[in-house]
C-alpha cells in the first residue's frame, strides 16, 4: 500500500489495535474526489461568473431551460445527488433538531472545540496553506456556523433545503482547492496524501458528530439516546452529501467513534500548521462572537482556553501550545449554570420561552448571511489573499 511518509510511524502502531479499519483509513489518504474533480476540471474553462451561475441554477432546479449550455459533466453530478440514498430516512432526523435547539447556546462551543481537535491533525495543512482561516478567519467560522445551523433545522437536509445546498456547495470548494494546491509545489503528496482526502472526510464528519456530543454533554447539554443517534444520522447524511464515500463513511455512533479513535492513532500530532490553526481558531471565536473590545476578547479567549484544556486534556494542550491555565472547576461550573437555566426554563415556562428565543437568536447573530443568499462562488487562487470573495 501506498503509504504518505507523515502516515508510517502511525501506520505501524494503529495497525497492532485495528489492522482493517487502519489499512482502510491509510488508502483513503490517497482518494480524492473523482466526479466532483472532474466537473470542476471542465467547469474551468468558463468564466468564472458564468460558472456560478450554472451552479446556483443546478441547485434550484436540475430542469431548468438555461442550463442547455451548462458543461454536461454538471448537470449529471446534480442529477446523481438529488435522490438519497436508500439508508436516508428524513422523518429520523427530527429528534437530532430539537436536541440541536434545546442546546442551541452550548452548540458553537462544542462546534469550536470540535474543529480544534480535528485541526491538530494533517487536516491542518490545507488551511493554513491557503491562508483562509488567517485572513478570513471570523467569516470562515461564521461560514461553518451558518452551516451546521442549516442541517438542523426542519427540513434542512431535504433537495430543497439550505442545509443540503451548504452541503453540496462545500463538496464543490472542496474539489476546487483540491485542485489548486495539487497544481502548487508547496503540497507535498508523498508525505501528505492527496489534497483533502476522503480519510480526512470521514475523521472530520467524526468530530462533528460523536466528538461534537461529547463535548456538547460534557459542558452540560441534555439529550438522550434517541436524540444522540438521530443526530448523528443526520451528520452521515450531510457527509455524504459532501462528497465522502460510503467506505469510509461511518453507519452509526459505534463505527464513527472507532474510525475516530484510529483517525487519531493514524493522524500526525504536532506540526506547525496544527499550532498555528488551532491557536487561530480560538483566537477568532471572540470576534465570531462579535466582541470588538480588546480586553473582553482576550479575557474570552483566555475562558476558551481553560476549557479546551479541560475538555481535550494536558498532552492535546500541550502539544498544541495553549498557554497554561487552572482547568479547576471549570466544567463542573459550566454545567452547574446550564443545570441553573434549565431548572428556571421549567418552573418558570415564559422564561423558558424567552431563553430559549435568546439562545436561537445568538446562534443566528454568530452566523454569516450574505446578502445575496448562499453564494455560490468559490476561490479562483491558491491564497486567500489573493483570491476574489467567496
Not at 481558531?281 to 482556553?305: C, F
Request: aromatic share 12%; with cysteine; hydrophobic share 40%.
Amino acid at each position: 500500500m501506498n503509504i504518505p511518509s507523515d502516515y508510517i510511524e502511525g501506520y505501524a502502531k494503529a495497525r497492532a489495535v485495528a489492522p482493517d479499519l487502519v489499512d482502510n483509513y491509510i488508502a483513503h489518504t490517497m482518494i480524492a474526489d473523482p466526479q466532483a474533480d472532474a466537473v470542476m476540471e471542465e467547469m474551468r474553462e468558463i468564466d468564472r461568473r458564468e460558472a456560478a451561475r450554472f451552479v446556483n441554477i443546478a441547485m434550484d432546479d436540475i430542469e431548468d431551460p438555461r442550463l442547455r449550455d451548462a458543461p454536461t459533466s454538471l448537470v449529471e453530478f446534480f442529477k446523481d445527488m438529488e435522490p438519497p440514498p436508500d439508508w436516508v430516512d428524513f422523518d429520523d432526523f427530527m429528534p437530532g433538531v430539537r436536541a440541536f435547539h434545546r442546546n442551541s447556546k452550548l452548540v458553537l462551543a462544542a462546534f469550536v472545540l470540535s474543529s480544534i481537535e480535528g485541526f491538530t491533525t494533517n487536516i491542518s495543512r490545507s488551511f493554513n496553506l491557503t491562508g483562509r482561516v488567517r485572513d478570513k478567519g471570523v467569516r470562515r467560522l461564521g461560514q461553518n456556523n451558518r452551516f451546521i445551523t442549516e442541517i438542523f433545522l426542519p427540513g434542512g437536509l431535504e433537495r430543497y433545503g439550505d442545509g443540503w445546498k451548504l452541503a453540496v456547495r462545500l463538496r464543490i470548494i472542496h474539489s476546487h482547492i483540491r485542485l489548486l494546491l495539487s497544481q502548487s509545489d508547496e503540497w507535498d503528496t508523498e508525505a501528505w496524501g492527496v489534497p483533502l482526502h476522503q480519510a480526512h472526510m470521514g475523521y472530520a464528519l467524526t468530530t462533528f458528530s460523536v466528538r461534537m456530543l461529547q463535548h456538547m454533554k460534557s459542558l452540560g447539554a441534555v439529550y438522550n439516546a434517541e436524540e444522540r443517534r438521530s443526530f448523528v444520522a443526520a451528520w452521515r447524511y450531510a457527509g455524504w452529501l459532501m462528497g465522502t464515500p460510503e467506505t469510509i463513511l461511518f453507519k452509526d455512533e459505534d463505527e464513527a467513534q472507532r474510525l475516530f479513535d484510529v483517525a487519531m492513532l493514524c493522524e500526525p500530532f504536532g506540526s506547525e500548521d496544527a499550532i498555528i490553526l488551532t491557536n487561530g481558531a480560538i483566537n477568532s471565536a471572540p470576534m465570531v462572537a462579535g466582541i470588538t473590545d480588546p480586553e473582553q476578547r482576550k479575557h474570552l479567549a483566555n475562558y476558551i482556553y481553560s476549557v479546551a484544556r479541560a475538555l481535550l486534556g494536558d498532552e492535546m494542550s500541550d502539544g498544541m501550545r495553549f498557554p497554561p491555565s487552572s482547568t479547576f472547576g471549570v466544567l463542573p461550573l459550566f454545567r452547574a449554570r446550564e443545570r441553573y437555566y434549565r431548572v428556571r426554563s421549567r418552573l418558570l415556562p415564559r422564561y423558558g420561552k424567552v431563553h430559549a428565543f435568546t439562545n436561537f437568536a445568538t446562534l443566528l447573530e454568530n452566523t454569516t448571511f450574505d446578502d445575496v443568499g448562499i453564494d455560490y462562488r468559490w476561490p479562483d487562487r491558491l491564497y486567500s489573499e489573493m483570491s476574489s470573495q467567496w
